[in-house]
Nanobody
Framework: QVQLAESGGGLVQPGGSLRLSCAAS????????MAWYRQAPGKQRELVAG???????NYADSVKGRFTISSDNAKNTAYLQMNSLKPEATAVYYC?????????????????WGQGTQVTVSS
């Protein structure tokens, strides 16, 4: 099995910064892509940022220039550096990963989600 462990959420004042981490563990052959999504109360889950194993990143327009996604492939870990946080960033942030696993007769790709970590931006 595969687990995604998120950390780094919390309470921060507007204009502050937080760094989220997502570590994948378990039966992993390779990770194709990792991403961060968020879901605010009463709203649909939305993509915040994603990064491929090759380092190609994409961002939601609302976070461009303020959030940075990165990854450490050796540690199977992705990070989300969030700067200049605004109250509207308050949400549960979920890590998502597309992971290849060796399962007979060959490699198969699966989608995994973390449990989520709360980010609250408030004064």
């Amino acid at each position: 099995q595969v687990q995604l462990a998120e950390s780094g959420g919390g309470l921060v004042q507007p204009g502050g910064s937080l760094r989220l981490s997502c570590a994948a563990s378990g039966s992993i052959f390779s990770i194709n892509r990792m991403a961060w999504y968020r879901q605010a109360p009463g709203k649909q889950r939305e993509l915040v940022a994603g990064i491929t194993s090759g380092g190609s990143a994409n961002y939601a327009d609302s976070v461009k220039g303020r959030f940075t996604i990165s990854s450490d492939n050796a540690k199977n870990t992705a990070y989300l550096q969030m700067n200049s946080l605004k109250p509207e960033a308050t949400a549960v942030y979920y890590c998502h990963a597309e992971i290849a696993r060796m399962m007979a007769p060959g490699l198969r790709t699966f989608s995994f989600w973390g449990q989520g970590t709360q980010v609250t931006v408030s004064s």
